[in-house]
Every structure is written in structure tokens, then in C-alpha cells.
């Protein structure tokens, strides 16, 4: 038996679209990524079987689930954390909560390292004319989260190189990198920040959603009795 660092990790995000990714030693084994973002609860579970399948892993295989945590909308987000945790739960795993916007982060740095760029922002789709964003430092090709994550208009986010499909919609306020102005949180990247992090000790998180602002469903108030004379 492999000691449990070089076992294998399955990784879930779903807070822009559902993605599901088996890793291993610095690399990934099977990916599946959907170009849906509303379809989170169907697609989840079968590509969790699909993704095992291909990469010819079983669940006893598994040191353990990392799942996304956000920021991302409601529905999303909880869809995805759902899924890890029961499969966790049904596995016997302990199950990891890694912030997503350090997915894109993780090949951003790379990129930033090469074109000699040393801080640099990571921006994604808040829809509602806003973007979830956080501030990074490339250090050697490796990411440092300096700020954030926060939930923002386009305009209030540090001028800076971004990278991530927020950038991407609005190129007025912010200064997209091209080759990235498309990028969304990807649990290949997610299971491989995953790695890193239980390597390294830190930059593991509780599995929490960040949501970052309240959701839009209201709980409607008492509704008024009849013949009470309120108006």
C-alpha cells in the first residue's frame, strides 16, 4: 500500500461550471468540465463515475475529495459541496474546501512568472455587473493569495493584469490577459491546488461556501389576517 500522499484526489467545483477531476502526483489522471452553468445536481455524479472510470481509480483508491468553495453563486456552490460531501461521507474520506479562484491562479502564475508580471489579479462572472476577485503575487511561478476573495464592480478591483473570465467581460475596467480572458475555475487545477496545499501544510479552507453576498431569496413576512383594519 502507496503511502497516503502519493494516493490519488478527486477534485469538485462547481462554482461557475460543474467540473470534476481526478489527480495524482502533480498531475491530472481524468477530467470532465461542463459548458453549462445551471445544470450542476445532474451532471455531478456522473462525471464523478465517469472521471474514476477513465482514470482507472475506485473510490477505496482515494486519499480524499477537495471541493470548490467559492465564490460563486448559490446554486452552484451548493450543488457542488453537497456532492463532495456525501460522497466523502459514503466513501469514508475526509473532504477538503480549496478557494476556486486559486484554480485559475495556479497556471496564472506560471504565465505571470514568464512575462515577468509579479502581482496580478484573478477576476470571475458575480454576474449583477460584478466580478469575484482576488489580488495574487507570482513567486517563482507559484501563487501567493494577497487579498480576497471579494465580490466588487469591475471599476473597484486593483489595477492590475487579470486573468479569469470576469477580465474578459469587461476589458473597459479591467486589463484582461488574452490568453486567459475566458478562464473559469477548473477542478483539474482545484484537485492539483488541493495537492499543494496538504503538501505544504496551509492553504486548506473548511468547507464553507463563500457566497460573499446574501442571496436573493427572501423569506416573505407574516401575511396580514383579514378584517384587522391594516392597511
Known amino acids: 500500500m502507496p503511502d497516503d500522499s502519493s494516493r490519488p484526489l478527486l477534485a ?18 481524468a477530467r470532465y ?11 455531478l455524479t456522473p462525471a464523478v463515475r465517469r472521471v ?11 486519499r480524499a475529495v477537495v471541493a470548490g468553495v467559492g465564490p460563486g453563486p448559490f446554486t452552484g456552490l451548493r450543488a457542488g459541496l453537497v456532492t463532495a460531501r456525501s460522497l466523502a461521507f459514503v466513501w469514508g474520506l475526509q473532504v477538503h ?18 512575462a515577468g508580471v509579479e502581482e496580478f489579479v484573478v477576476a470571475t ?5 460584478e466580478v469575484y476577485w482576488a489580488h495574487y503575487a507570482s513567486v517563482g511561478g507559484q501563487f501567493q493569495r494577497l487579498h480576497g476573495p471579494f465580490v466588487t464592480a469591475p471599476a473597484e478591483v486593483t489595477p492590475l493584469p487579470a486573468y479569469g473570465a470576469g477580465a474578459g467581460l469587461y476589458p473597459d475596467a479591467l486589463a484582461a490577459v488574452v490568453e486567459f480572458s475566458t478562464a473559469v475555475p477548473d ?14 501544510g496551509r492553504g486548506i479552507l473548511p468547507v464553507t461556501p ?6 436573493d431569496a427572501k423569506v416573505p413576512g407574516p401575511r396580514k389576517r383579514a378584517g384587522t383594519g391594516e392597511r
Do not use: K
Not at 33 to 43: F, I, L, R
Not at 100 to 108: G, V
Not at 125 to 129: I, P, Q, T
Not at 187 to 200: F, I, K, T, Y
Open 210 to 215: 463563500l457566497y460573499l453576498r446574501e442571496s
Open 125 to 129: 462572472d458575480a454576474r449583477r455587473r
Open 187 to 200: 477542478a483539474g487545477s482545484l484537485g492539483l491546488v488541493g495537492e499543494l496545499a496538504l503538501r505544504r
Open 33 to 43: 468540465a461542463s459548458t453549462e452553468t445551471n445544470t450542476h445536481a445532474e451532471v
Open 52 to 62: 474514476l472510470e477513465e482514470a482507472n481509480v475506485e473510490p477505496g483508491d482515494l
Open 12 to 29: 469538485i467545483d462547481a462554482s461557475a461550471t460543474a467540473s470534476v477531476a481526478v489527480v495524482q502526483g502533480g498531475e491530472v489522471l
Open 97 to 114: 474546501g480549496v478557494m476556486s479562484l486559486d484554480a485559475i491562479a495556479l497556471p496564472a502564475a506560471v504565465e505571470a512568472f514568464r
